[in-house]
Every structure is written in structure tokens, then in C-alpha cells.
């Protein structure tokens, strides 16, 4: 089993992957020192495959099972899991585990910094995508009309639980979704990471459970050292946000239904990846070795019929607004740089750019 602490301010805590290591939950937790959750949640899809029996062998009741999908990631899902809890006995010195992906531990997040004000939360991830981004870092929330986590909170768990072997289940469009934050990651914090992503990965088998290991464990270190240099993102953090400004903007554009998260997000690193090399602060070999190795992950759903209006208007309200515009992250030869403005006109080129090829 691989260990990577966390710094916090909120308290450290621990990120384990290995396979396997849903069995040993209960053990872990008591190694751990933490109490076992008294209430888990899950989704409908994640539930009967996981969370069921892992709220059993935790002497649990069966798993709360959200609605899945993004577009449920949103107040009433909050609501209905602060109710379940109060229907538990959840209180304040009692602790919450949340099994699933990214939708799962962002809401079960939210919902455990405002429960009571505050209550103990642990997460399973079991999507590549939360495994390697989500579940660490302590960012929590939900979507609101207008745009994706709107509404938050930053409260980190007091323990992530990888278990690799849960990738197995996820479908290969998710699986591929899940490597485009790892090459962010990679890019970002550790290029030697890039060796590990592998391409045109269609199942869990394509890598051995080691490799899967070593990619999470390597995008997981990458995140804690920005976690732990600027939590609050007064900084080092927005790094965590290549090619998501754009991406966010797709993503709300179509209606959260066309684009995973990270097919949104590979559009979005290709789009400033092309700005950076023209801008000059990108060497072309370099951001054709970017945009070559999300290409070489697999399709992406095409975004042709997208309307740049819309995702100018979204562009236009991107939490990262301030007076100046919104604040982009580009990419250079060894890493990324912070708070670029980019005008809504050469937004409009380059994601025209991308729809015509
Ligand atoms: P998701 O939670 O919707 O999971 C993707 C799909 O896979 C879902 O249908 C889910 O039920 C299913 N699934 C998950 N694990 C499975 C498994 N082992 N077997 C079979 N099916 C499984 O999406 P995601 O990609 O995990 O996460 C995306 C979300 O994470 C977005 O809302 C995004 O905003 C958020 N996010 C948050 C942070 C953060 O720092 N908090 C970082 C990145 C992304
Ligand atoms: N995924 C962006 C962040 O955690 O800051």
C-alpha cells in the first residue's frame, strides 16, 4: 500500500492506494486511528457495487444512493443526504464515508462542511478521475444553474482510500476522462509522470494494478504539493486549473450531457496549450507533445455544433472573474503560468480553431 500525506490547515491527512484495499477498511481505519464512519453514501450506480458492502463490512446501514450524474450534483442533493444523516443520528462527532466518484465526494463533502456546521468525512473514490483529483485537495461543492461549483466549501477529508482495483467496473470513455487530470498533473507538477499515462487504454486490464498505482500515486503527490504550498488558491493552486476555464465553459455550454469533465478539460488544455504556443510562452515541440499525448488517450466527442456564443457567455462568468477578466492558466515548456488574461475574441479563435480541426 502507497501512502501520500496531505498537509492542511484543517488537519493532514492521509491518501492510501493499493489494490485491494476495500476489504481492509475496517482495519485500515482502526490502524489509522480514526473512528468508523457511522453513515455511508453512495450512488445508484457505485452503491450496489461497492458501497453496499462496504457499509456492511463497517457495520453500517445500507448506503444513501444519490441519483447519478452531474446534473444531480446540485442542493437537493445535498439536501436529501444532511436529511438522511439527521434520519441516522449523524451528529457532530461522528464521521461520514462517501463512495464514488467525483460527483459523490464533491457533494458528500459540501454537504458534511455544512452539517451541523461542520462534521468528519472520509472518501472512497472509485473513479480514476477522483482518485487522481477530486477526492484530494479538500475542494467540495455543488453546481448551480449558472455553472459548475458555484456553491462550496473547502473541507478536506480525513482520509482518501484508493482502491485500484474498483477501476475495473468504470467504463473506458470514464477511464480515459480520469487520464486527462493525470496528464494535467503530469504537466503541471512532474513530467516524468507523462511516461506513466497510458494511451489508448480501453479497460483496467490494459495496465497492471502496479502501473494504476503508480499514476495515481504519482498525480495524488503532484496535487498534495500544491495543496499543501497554497490551499486556499490564493496562488500555486489555480496551476490545478489548466485548461478548465475553457473547459468549464463546454462543459455548462452543452449542458453538462455531451462532455465528461475531463473530455471538457482535454479540450480546454489543447485550446490553451495552441494560446500559449502563440503567444510564444510555449515552444511548438512542447505543445505538440501536449496536445499529442491527450490525443493519443482516445476520441473525444466532437464539439463542432457547440456555439461559441454560449460558451463565451459562460466564459464571461467564470468564478475566476475579477476586474481585470478572467484569470487563465497557460502552459509553458516546464510547467504553467498563472493569471493570463485572455480577451473574449481570441477565446472566440481558438475555439474555432478547434471545431474546424
Ligand atoms: P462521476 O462522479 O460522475 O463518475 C463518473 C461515472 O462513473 C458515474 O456514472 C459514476 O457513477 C461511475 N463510477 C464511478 N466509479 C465507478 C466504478 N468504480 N465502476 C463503475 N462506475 C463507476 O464523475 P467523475 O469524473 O468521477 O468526477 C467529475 C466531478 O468531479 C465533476 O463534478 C468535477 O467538477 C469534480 N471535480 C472535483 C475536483 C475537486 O477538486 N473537488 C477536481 C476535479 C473534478
Ligand atoms: N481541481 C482543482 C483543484 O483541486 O484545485
Known amino acids: ?44 450506480t457505485v452503491g450496489p457495487l461497492y458501497g453496499r458492502r462496504l457499509a456492511a463490512a463497517l457495520a453500517c ?17 445535498v439536501e436529501t443526504t444532511c436529511s438522511h444523516w439527521l434520519g441516522r443520528g449523524v ?17 458528500v463533502g459540501f454537504a458534511a462542511a455544512v452539517y451541523q456546521r461542520g462534521i ?16 484530494v485537495g479538500g475542494k467540495t461543492g455543488v453546481n448551480l444553474e449558472q455553472g459548475k461549483n458555484l456553491v462550496g466549501a473547502f473541507w478536506p477529508p480525513r482520509l482518501v482510500a484508493v482502491d485500484v482495483g474498483t477501476l475495473a467496473t468504470l467504463e473506458e470513455r470514464e477511464l480515459r476522462a480520469g487520464l ?30 502496479a502501473g494504476w498505482c503508480a499514476a495515481v500515486v504519482g498525480a495524488v503527490r503532484v496535487k498534495a504539493e500544491v495543496v499543501a504550498a497554497d ?31 475531463g473530455e471538457a478539460v482535454a479540450w480546454g488544455t489543447v485550446a490553451v496549450a495552441r ?8 515552444s511548438q515541440a512542447a505543445a505538440a507533445r501536449l496536445e499529442g499525448v ?25 468564478k475566476k472573474l475579477d476586474d481585470q477578466g478572467v484569470a487563465w492558466v497557460l502552459p509553458t515548456d516546464d510547467g504553467v503560468v498563472l493569471d493570463q488574461r485572455v480577451g473574449a475574441e481570441e477565446a472566440r479563435r481558438v475555439l474555432l480553431e478547434l471545431q474546424t480541426g
Open 1 to 44: 500500500m502507497h501512502r501520500v500525506d496531505v498537509a492542511s490547515a484543517q488537519g493532514d491527512y492521509a491518501v492510501l492506494v493499493g489494490e485491494g484495499l476495500l476489504d481492509r477498511l475496517p482495519s485500515i481505519l482502526a490502524d489509522e486511528g480514526l473512528a468508523a464512519p457511522s453513515v455511508v453514501v453512495s450512488n445508484e
Open 61 to 77: 446501514p445500507p448506503p444513501l444512493e444519490l441519483a447519478d450524474g452531474e446534473e444531480y450534483k446540485r442542493w437537493p442533493a
Open 91 to 107: 451528529h457532530r462527532s461522528s464521521s461520514v464515508l462517501a463512495v464514488g466518484g467525483g460527483v459523490v465526494t464533491d457533494t
Open 120 to 135: 468528519r468525512w472520509l472518501a472512497v473514490p472509485t473513479s480514476l478521475l477522483a482518485m487522481v483529483d477530486a477526492a
Open 180 to 209: 486527462v487530470e493525470l496528464v494535467k498533473a503530469a504537466w503541471i507538477g512532474d513530467h516524468d509522470l507523462l511516461a506513466l499515462v497510458p494511451r489508448r487504454v480501453a479497460r483496467y486490464a490494459d495496465l497492471s494494478p
Open 231 to 261: 490551499e486556499r488558491e490564493a496562488g500555486r493552486r489555480k496551476a490545478l486549473n489548466l485548461g478548465h476555464t475553457l473547459g468549464h465553459a463546454l462543459e455548462a455550454a452543452t449542458g453538462y450531457t455531451h462532455l465528461l469533465h
Open 275 to 282: 494560446l500559449a504556443a502563440q503567444r510564444g510562452l510555449l
Open 294 to 318: 491527450l490525443r493519443s488517450l482516445g476520441p473525444l466527442p466532437g464539439i463542432d455544433g457547440v456555439s461559441p456564443e454560449r460558451v463565451l457567455d459562460h466564459l464571461a462568468r467564470d
